[in-house]
Structure formats: C-alpha cells, structure tokens
C-alpha cells in the first residue's frame, strides 16, 4: 500500500467524484479508479458506494477514512520536522514574512551584514495573516517572524505573550493614487468628510489594517471609504491603485519607483502616512544554537530607518 493511495482516498472522500478527485491527484480518471480499487482489494472491504450519486463511503470507508486522515497528518508532520532538523544541521533559520517585507526590506537590511545570516524564507507564510505568523512561531512551523508594528498598540494586535522581539527598522505607510493628466490624485483624501472614495483595502485581519483603522480614527476631516477590494498582499493593492480603480495605502519602500517615475502619486499629505516599525520575532528561550547566535549579533546593528520625507509639493486639495 502506497502513501498516495491514502491521499487518493481522502481527495475522493473530499470531493464525492471520481473524475474530480482524479483532477485535485494530478492524475487521469482510469489510473484514480484503479488506485482506489487497489486499495479496497487490499483492505478486503468495499470503501466506497457506487451507487449514490454524489459518492458516499460504506460504513468500513468512513473508519478507514479516519485512519487515512491520522496517518497522512503523522506523515507529514514527519517530514516537517525532518526538514527543520535538516535545516538546523545547516545552520538555517526558517524566516516568515509578509512578500512585502521578504521583497522590499529583507535584501535593503541583509546588504548591510559583512557576512549575511543563514536566513531561509518559509514561502507558505506569505499568505498568513496578523495571528498566523505567531501561531507558526508557537508551531514551530518557523524561527523568525518578520513583520510591521504598529506605532499605536491596538486591542486587536496579536498575543505575543512568550516572545520578544528586536526592532530592525521603520516604515511608513503612504497613500498613493493614479495620477490624472495634470499630475494631480484622482483619488485625493483632502476632499473632506463629505465624499466616498473607493479603496483598495487590506484583509480586516492583517496587520496594515489594523494599523490604518487606527490611524484613521484619530484625523478629522478623513472621508468615507467605499472599499472595492481586500487583499492579503501589498503587491495586489499595487496592482489595482496602478489600474485606476482606487486608491491604497502601501509601504512606502514598495512605492518608491513608481512615485519617482509619477505613475503613482501620493492622495494625500504628511498626516496620512501611517507609522510602522519592523520588527522581528522569535520565542523566548528558543534554545537552538544558531538562532541564539543570530539573536546576539542582531543586538550590535542599529535599525534601518525609513526614507526621508517626499520634498516634492504636496498634493492639491
């Protein structure tokens, strides 16, 4: 009996479809059903009804099914923590992130290490969310989390109870908009509390939201928002504001180009900019050597700071 099949077993369970299940295993149709009746064969029972349309599973199928589930999820977990020894021989340090940090300020800070660290991106955490990357820490899914903070501390924020954490630099947060022919925002936030203008927004459980609902409650005169989109990814917000369909609020490294060439423009002026620091965590008392080694050096380097303010005007009302 081969692992696959367990895997066949469970897509098919999943999906109550032959051809379905067949399509989710990468897999044509014939070679799906031949596997599942390999399987069957060598558990001597029927697994599945035939006759139901959707599929259902016979009673042996649901028992084997749970048994499917634990052995695959044992598996796996296997193989991550293999990996992570692996990696600990080598010295790697797994490093969550969010893409904007991973492409906009890990190769600014990590330029600046005579010797970089041995960090390694763990690619899965850049759909994570606030909680998830500390929940990954608390998994040992990861060793390092990479993330912005918000200046102003939010009942919302994240448990970080058994963490610390070290502030390697700063951000800001700006609000941009596609420019119109005159160099002016389509979408400029001076127009008073009296309008809508549609926003390309983050997911209401991300950190850049958090950050700018609360920055938003303290100005006066901010007008309403008609959110069109929310995204978990920075780059995605860039994408539409870049389109004309709103406009967003981005880390200001990650706009950089495009407010210097003026495809972008920023919708608003100083009092808009939302303050961000970057930090990066890990668990108190992680214990792994290289991580602890890490953690000394990181306390001799000063914080990257964000860029100096825009000198260009500010944009009209």
């Not at 139901?52 to 042996?60: Q, R």
């Not at 695959?72 to 904007?100: D, I, K, M, Y």
């Not at 992680?286 to 964000?306: H, I, S, Y």
Request: aromatic share 8%; hydrophobic share 40%.
């Amino acid at each position: 009996m081969e692992l696959r099949w367990l895997e066949d077993f469970i897509a098919l369970a999943r999906t109550q479809h032959f051809s379905r299940a067949a399509e989710e295993q990468n897999v044509t149709q014939p070679t799906f059903s031949r596997r599942i009746k390999l399987l069957e064969e060598e558990m001597g029972a029927t697994l599945v009804n035939r006759q139901t349309l959707p599929l259902t599973l016979t009673p042996s199928g649901e028992e084997f099914l749970g048994l499917c589930q634990e052995v695959t999820r044992r598996v796996e977990a296997t193989r991550q923590r293999l990996t992570h020894l692996a990696e600990e021989e080598a010295g790697q340090l797994r490093l969550a992130a969010p893409q904007s940090l991973l492409a906009h300020f890990l190769p600014e800070w990590l330029a600046g290490w005579a010797a970089p660290p041995p960090l390694t991106p763990y690619l899965r955490a850049t759909g994570w969310l606030a909680s998830d990357f500390f929940e990954g820490l608390s998994r040992d899914e990861c060793d390092l989390v990479l993330t912005y903070w918000p200046r102003a501390e939010d009942p919302l924020m994240p448990e970080t109870q058994g963490l610390e954490h070290r502030r390697l630099g700063s951000e800001r947060m700006v609000p941009v908009s596609l420019p119109e022919p005159d160099g002016r925002p389509r979408f400029a936030l001076e127009i008073g509390a009296r309008f809508t203008l549609p926003l390309i927004a983050y997911h209401s459980r991300g950190m850049m939201h958090m950050a700018l609902r609360h920055h938003l409650q303290g100005l006066r005169g901010a007008p309403a928002f008609r959110v069109l989109h929310e995204s978990i990814q920075s780059g995605n917000i860039r994408e539409l504001v870049g389109l004309g369909y709103g406009l967003g609020w981005l880390p200001e490294r990650s706009v950089r180009d495009a407010l210097d060439a003026g495809t972008l423009v920023r919708a608003g002026d100083a009092r808009w900019e939302v303050p961000l620091e970057i930090r990066l965590y890990r668990r108190r008392g992680n214990g792994q050597a290289a991580v602890e080694a890490f953690w000394e050096a990181l306390a001799k380097r000063p914080p990257l700071l964000d860029t100096p303010p825009d000198p260009s005007p500010e944009p009209h009302p």
